[in-house]
């Protein structure tokens, strides 16, 4: 039997009422191993009800008080992630050690929040004007939503919570149906560490559940990541209803190989990113630029080390995991050979692998395209699996136009020798965050995460001092103890004197 998977509302599960529910499968062998709840409209008003009900509370619970809570949290989490890295391979296939990364990447911005009250800090200005006095504050905006992809079921979220709970706001998240169980475990954690009922809620469901949390008057603001089109349907249909949103989407990222790197240190970091994670992260590389004469010489050696990787069940010691779903595992396979079938040179072949693990799982292998065109949908497209393709053009200028021509502007990366070369790079790529020899640039906590153009709509990334702005809205007080020497009308307006 399937586990049910329920909703965390005000300190407690709760079993779905509407009856709908979604399977979740254990990617490496294909079983349906649970069944989540898919909320109603009615439930949605539900966690809403308990985040506005613990709001109060919490936003006047003292920085000292809410911060013990941050640091047993992030004790418990980093004593037990062992628990929710196996949760996270269960559902979602990558390996052991990656879920690990993960979490521990999650954990950062639970310890960048420990250090809230310096964060939040405001301004005092004495004597501004005379025997005038002012002063800003920043305060928590209210109860907000979390909506996340499939693809970090736990470090995605933990890119907002900390840092909407430590500025006192209150948190509905509404995780991916198709990796549910990792938000319930955080939300337990959560009670353990001592924060209050209803501060962190998990609503379970689909697009009933966003629309509902979209369109709720309670809710006041929404971090959102997931894919390019639902970003931007969030991002249009929040800020119409009056709210604060932050909606991270696709990516496209691109790798670029000057003549002078070292072809080592780049093959190693095109198939450690390209194939990580089965390709199903928003930093992956999918696109190899190679300039000038590199092409063959750097395609045989990331031919080379693909051909050593195992393709297996993320428990049993594999390199690589399966895709989430055999749906997505189909519409990848499917831009494999569409891009054969344009002309592109299939190098290796990943549809050929035979994993190490159970049949029914949801394999493919990793798979490296060379000679992709700009026009070819292998390389038009988000595809979000193992699948790597190499672009040849003549000079940094061209890879650079193609870097900048794309819709997306999540990550990008450069490898070369020249410092002025990859100084000029980070100088004129439109894009948000950038790996010079480093290929998957995710900022640290105490950074911003996020990209530009069709990678992120609206004007605060995650995290770092953009986050702590995100939760919070600024006010600023101008104060005047009269001494009785003041006084008197004036209909003028406020000048300083
Ligand atoms: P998705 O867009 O399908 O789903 C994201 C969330 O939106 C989920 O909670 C889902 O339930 C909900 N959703 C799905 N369809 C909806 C609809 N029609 N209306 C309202 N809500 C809907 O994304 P995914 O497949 O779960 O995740 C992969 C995508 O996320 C990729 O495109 C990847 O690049 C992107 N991603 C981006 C970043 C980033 O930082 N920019 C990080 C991680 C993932």
Redo the contacts with the bound molecule.
Sequence with gaps: MPTAIPHWIDGARREGAGGRTAPVTDPATGEVTGSVALADPAEVDAAVAAATAAFPGWRDTSLSRRTAVLFRFRELLNARKPELAALITAEHGKVLDDALGEVSRGQEVVEYACGIPSLVRGGFTENASTGVDVHSVRQPLGPVAV??????PAM?PMWFFPIAIATGNTVVL?????DPSASLWMAELWKEAGLPDGVFNVLQ???VA??GLLEHPGIRGIS?????P??R??YETGTKAGKRVQA????KNHMIVLPDADLDLAADAAVNSGFGSAGER?MAISAVVAVGGVGDDLVDRIARRTATLRTGDGRKGADMGPLVTGEHRDRVRSYVEAGEEAGAKLVVDGREVRPDGAENGFWLGPTLLDHVQPHMSVYTD?I?GPVLSVLRVDSYEHALELVNSNPYG?GTAIFTNDGGAARRFQNEVEVGMIGINVPIPVPMAYYS???WKN??FGDSH?HGAEGVHFFTRGKVVTSRWLDPSHGGLDLGFPQNG
């Design positions: 909506i996340s992809p499939f693809n970090f995605v509404k995780p991916s149906e198709k469901g689909d697009k966003v629309d959102f990541v997931g894919s390019t639902i970003a349907y969030v991270l989407g696709g990516a928003c988000e979000f999540n995460f996020g990209g990678s992120l995650a």
